[in-house]
T-cell receptor, first 116, second 113 residues
Framework: GAGVSQSPRYKVAKRGQDVALRCDPI?????LFWYQQALGQGPEFLTY????????KSGLPSDRFFAERPEGSVSTLKIQRTQQEDSAVYLC??????????????FGEGSRLTVL | GENVEQHPSTLSVQEGDSAVIKCTYS??????FPWYKQELGKRPQLIID?????GEKKDQRIAVTLNKTAKHFSLHITETQPEDSAVYFC????????????FGGGTRLMVKP
């Protein structure tokens, strides 16, 4: 596809359930980011991949959050034992830029997670 | 780490008027400052960016100014139109941050016809 694709677009989970959110970046984009956007707030950085290497995971709020990008393309963000405070839109973004340079981030539409 | 503050949080203008949104950043190493527009339920999209080697950049009705000494940058939209209504986010990063953006809290711009 032409843009960053995320699935599911909407996910409702009961507290304590595990969820997995998928991101398909733009083909050829080396860098991939996950952001968390709470209602009415700006996106907050979660984690960053360059190819398959997770270079920064300092934004992950707890050890219940885990992200992977095993083949340097598709990425999955997994949240274990979901809590109500995990409710947010999870945005994935990809970029041609790598460490040492900057450039446009292309965002997906996001996955809206609601934890009941 | 970087901290970006954005003001105002909401801005209402009449169609045709100008709108100005201001951001400040804390890390003097930051050298890339993009602005993203996010319509309701949609993805953020880049509308303009500026690097630290210039003080101003224009693209039709949109302009961005940067004051490195004061560590602040602003978005200016002239001749506003109803389709400019959206949430605008400023952001900052630096070369060795791997393009990891720190975003401001957003400004909801409403353009009244």
């Amino acid at each position: 596809g032409a843009g960053v694709s995320q699935s599911p677009r909407y996910k409702v989970a009961k507290r304590g359930q595990d969820v997995a959110l998928r991101c398909d970046p733009i083909s050829g984009h080396v860098s991939l980011f996950w952001y968390q956007q709470a209602l009415g707030q700006g996106p907050e950085f979660l984690t960053y991949f360059q190819n398959e290497a997770q270079l920064d995971k300092s934004g992950l709020p707890s050890d219940r959050f885990f992200a992977e990008r095993p083949e340097g393309s598709v990425s999955t963000l997994k949240i274990q034992r979901t809590q109500q405070e995990d409710s947010a839109v999870y945005l994935c973004a990809s970029s041609l830029a790598t460490s040492g340079n900057t450039g446009e981030l292309f965002f997906g539409e996001g996955s809206r997670l609601t934890v009941l | 780490g970087e901290n970006v503050e954005q003001h105002p949080s909401t801005l209402s203008v009449q169609e045709g008027d100008s709108a100005v949104i201001k951001c400040t950043y804390s890390d003097s190493a930051s050298n890339y400052f993009p602005w993203y527009k996010q319509e309701l339920g949609k993805r953020p999209q880049l509308i303009i960016d500026i690097r630290s080697n210039v003080g101003e950049k224009k693209d039709q009705r949109i302009a961005v100014t940067l004051n490195k000494t004061a560590k602040h940058f602003s978005l200016h939209i002239t001749e506003t139109q109803p389709e400019d209504s959206a949430v605008y986010f400023c952001a900052a990063t630096y070369n060795n941050a791997g393009n990891m953006l720190t975003f401001g809290g957003g400004t909801r711009l409403m353009v009244k016809p």
